[in-house]
């Protein structure tokens, strides 16, 4: 999952519900499991697919019109609920680098960032205009820059800037997670203690 950011430029799929919580994106009896691998096959797996394990076409993430997005555009307050990490390795495991919301619940925002999933928040107003361009043409593709921090809707020509940590930023674009980044400033670690011991 580790991968190194850029610019993303993307079809997305929309899910324009509110208030999507872990469960639901990672249903609690798939919580046993302690390894990343197969978590993206149950993302949303109570809506994505019948008692009897059929895919729901009305489903979103079913539609062939969205097939190889990696852009996620959701409603407002995403990720609510409890602190499951699984949630972000679901949306990692799936194949989303990129999740667009009005409003990220804090734990699961950070969780997302740790697991190579970049949460964009943008103003309610942009979130339906991209719900509106997306429903108009599936095709509809979203730029987002991580260097310029700027997410652009292709079809308007609209652009918003969004924030995110410094050091979060610089992992992601270098493609370093919080073990990797502690590894590459050893030397510099070592120098800052040999500092204070003289």
């Known amino acids: 999952m580790k991968q190194k950011f850029d610019i993303i430029t ?5 899910l324009p519900l509110e208030n999507i ?19 993206g096959e149950n993302l949303f797996r109570d809506w994505r697919y019948d008692k009897d394990g059929q895919p ?14 990696v852009i996620l555009v959701a409603g407002k307050n995403f990720g609510s609920g409890s602190s499951r990490e699984h949630a972000a390795w679901a949306i990692a495991g799936y194949g989303f680098r990129v999740v667009i919301s009005s409003f990220f619940a804090d734990i699961h925002k950070n969780n997302e960032l740790n697991n190579f ?19 108009t043409d599936p095709k509809t593709l979203v730029e987002v820059d991580l260097p310029r921090q700027t997410v652009t809707n292709k079809a308007t020509g609209h652009s918003e800037h969004f924030d995110i940590n410094g050091y979060k930023k610089h ?11 502690l590894v590459a400033n050893k030397d510099k670690t070592e120098q800052w203690e040999q500092n204070l011991a003289s």
């Not at 993307?10 to 929309?14: A, G, K, Q």
């Not at 992992?171 to 980044?181: A, E, K, T, V």
Request: hydrophobic fraction near 45%.
């Open 117 to 135: 999933v970049l949460p964009v928040q943008v103003s309610e107003l942009f979130l339906q205009e991209l719900f509106q361009s997306i429903q």
């Open 171 to 181: 992992c992601l674009m270098n493609g370093l997670d919080d073990i990797d980044f």
């Open 21 to 39: 919580d872990t469960d639901q994106i990672i249903p609690a009896r798939f919580l046993k499991a302690t390894d990343k691998a197969g978590f």
């Open 56 to 69: 729901i076409a009305s489903f979103p993430l079913n539609n062939p019109a969205y097939a190889g997005s």
């Open 10 to 14: 993307s079809t997305c799929v929309p």
